[in-house]
């Protein structure tokens, strides 16, 4: 069985942006649900608005992984499965372990779309010795002190931290240390990482922090069209409806890698 450690994408070795990498989990997403309704074919438009973008990025998108769908037709929906999911590396069997099996851990542990997105948690991992051995999502809880043997073992290249803030750096050290190159970081905190190795950060609280922005900036809206008052200028770099100037491809990022 391929292993995440033996076998890497080859998106930025093929001159696949990082903006079109980001989306392609989108596109997957939209087609896999077409496939569970055994719809055969889908037009850029319709794929296009099931994943959320404009049907002329799409099929720029579609055009770095060599897929033109046919005129009239569409693009063949278990075709484009099988092609976002090889270059995605999703063909393959790739083990990961979470660190820290708190509330958040054990929710991510619990998480049934690993094994059908193709990925397999290997390991639950947390510093806490009454922890050790008792199942979470049927998976026995393993102490960190086995962390560098379970990595070895497993061939473990993608971690997922989910510690507190103080601890995440330590166990992103060891993991890097233990030969993992990707890291999914979910503690409230930013990594430092040596070239060469992934980072991904969630954080939920400034996605929340985004959102109330937007809240209190849409309320100063509608008491100023309620007092007819005129919209002061948008600031240089922001476009009209708020959100940052976009690049040539049009592309604002969600989410940024740490």
């Known amino acids: 069985m391929a292993t995440g450690r033996t076998h890497r994408p080859a998106t930025r070795s093929r001159g696949i942006p990082e903006a079109t990498v980001a989306r392609l989990p989108l596109y997957l997403r939209a087609l896999t649900a077409l496939s569970e309704r055994s719809v055969p074919t889908v037009s850029s438009e319709e794929l296009a608005a099931a994943a959320g973008v404009n049907s002329a990025k799409l099929r720029k998108d579609f055009s770095y ?19 976002i999911s090889r270059e995605l590396g999703l063909t393959q069997d790739w083990p990961v372990v979470i660190v820290g099996i708190g509330n958040l851990g054990a929710a991510l ?14 390991a639950l991992i947390d510093a806490d010795p009454a922890m050790a051995g008792k199942p979470v999502a049927g998976i026995p809880v393993r102490h960190t002190d086995e962390l560098e043997k379970i990595i070895e ?24 240390a233990a030969g993992v ?11 430092t990482v040596p070239d060469g190795v992934d980072v991904r950060k969630v954080d939920l609280s400034i996605e929340l922090q985004i ?27 922001t476009a009209a409806d708020g959100s940052a100037d976009q690049g040539p491809d049009g592309d604002v990022p969600a989410v940024m890698p740490a």
């Open 65 to 83: 992984l060599g897929s033109y769908g046919t005129r009239g037709v569409g693009y063949d929906v278990e075709y484009l499965v099988y092609q």
């Open 181 to 191: 190159t990707s890291i999914l970081n979910f503690a409230p905190t930013v990594l």
């Open 211 to 237: 959102l109330a922005f937007h809240e209190q900036r849409k309320a100063g809206e509608e008491t100023a069209a309620g007092d007819g008052a005129v919209p002061a200028a948008t600031p240089r770099g």
């Open 109 to 122: 542990a619990n998480y049934g779309g690993f094994a059908s997105r193709g990925f397999r948690v290997a």
């Open 153 to 176: 073992d497993n061939g473990v290249s993608i971690g997922v931290i989910a510690t507190p803030a103080g601890a995440a750096q330590p166990v992103c050290d060891r993991l890097v």
